[in-house]
Structure formats: structure tokens, C-alpha cells
């Protein structure tokens, strides 16, 4: 989740972007978010539908079971970190709107890089649930973002503030602030949105991370 900003002429990994006009920099870029955030959220959206059919039993809360939960972050993570790694020299493997925003603010990429980032985001999202919908058993709707019984809207509101600024925070210390380390970025940021979803999926509150679902 490198910044894509373009400086005289090099994208963010210094690689020389001569050959390419500024338009059509900003189209690949945006083609990499779909194709990664397609890739990152079916993936992610599959496990999370597997991991709650074969869940053998619920919590006492009426929730889901803590090793559920478990496996719901796993697959997320995980899936986060491969894309992440695979996809960062074409687009800067955001896959997040939240992400992308933070990363404007922080000066680290264009706005107008953005404005075809989200878009590309939003549409890969929507593919990726329609296309596991199709094909596996169960409704991707088991994947949607609730209030879980004991979250109040107040609540929901500073948990889902505080696990958003934490994947920001990491995205913006591991890959936006150049360093020997930057390299491995990808597996920080995916240990991030794990660590996040463990509390957050018993709250519900958490999964909403990702603003593309």
C-alpha cells in the first residue's frame, strides 16, 4: 500500500513513468485496484461465508463462535497481505477508500490519482460479492457489517474510528514512509486488518474497515 504519487516523472518506487502519459498512469493504476480489490475481497468474502456455514456451534451471546471469529480475520488478512504484495507496483494496493483518503490527506497521493482509485475500488468490491454469490453455497449477505447485541451506534461508531486509524496509521508508517523495511510493508498491513477484525468481529463494528464492502 505504497503512495502513487508521481514526482518528476518516477512513480513511488522510483521506476521512470516516461512512457506512459498521465492519463493512462492513472487507468492503469485504477485497473490494478479492481482487479486487486476484486481478488483481495473474494477471497476474503469466501472464507468469511465457509468459516460461518461450517461454524460448529454459536456463542453464548448468540454470536459467533470465537474460533469463527478467528478464521473470519485469517481470511481477510491474509488475503490482504498476498494482494497487497502482488498488486503494490501497479496501483500502490490500497483496496480502500479509507486508506486512499488518508493517504490524500497525508500528502503521500494525488487527488486526482484518487478519484480513479475509489471508483476502481467500489466496482471491484461489488464484483467480487456478486461473483462468490454465484458460486458459493450460502449468501454473501452473511458477510455484511451489523451492530453486534451489545454494540450501541455511539460505540460502533469510536470502535470502527480506532481500527480504521490503526490500518491507516501502519499503512502510512510501513509503506508511505520510505525505509530498508518498506519491502515487507505488505505483511504489516495484513497482520493490521487481523489484529483489528479479532475485536471487531465479535462487536461487528470492525468489519466496516474496509469501506468497499
Sequence with gaps: MGPTAEKNGHDDLGHPRGHLSTFNAHLVAASGEFVGTFF??????AGNMMAVLQSPYPAINGGLASTTD?????????????????FYRISGGLFNPAVTLGLCIAGQLPWLRAAFLVPAQLLGSMCAGGLVDAMFPGSV??????????????????????????????????????????????????????????PGKYTQAGESIYRCR
Excluded: C, H
Design 40 to 45: 483481495f475481497l473474494y477471497f476474503g468474502y
Design 70 to 86: 478467528t478464521w473470519i480475520a485469517i481470511s481477510y488478512g491474509f488475503s490482504l497481505l498476498v494482494n497487497v504484495w502482488a
Design 141 to 198: 449477505a452473511q458477510a455484511n457489517t451489523v451492530l453486534g447485541p451489545y454494540t450501541s451506534i455511539a460505540k460502533g461508531v469510536f470502535l470502527e474510528m480506532f481500527f480504521t486509524a490503526q490500518l491507516i496509521f501502519v499503512v502510512l508508517m510501513l509503506a508511505a514512509e520510505k525505509s530498508r523495511d518498506t519491502f515487507i510493508a505488505p505483511i504489516g498491513i495484513g497482520l493490521a486488518l487481523f489484529v483489528a477484525l479479532i
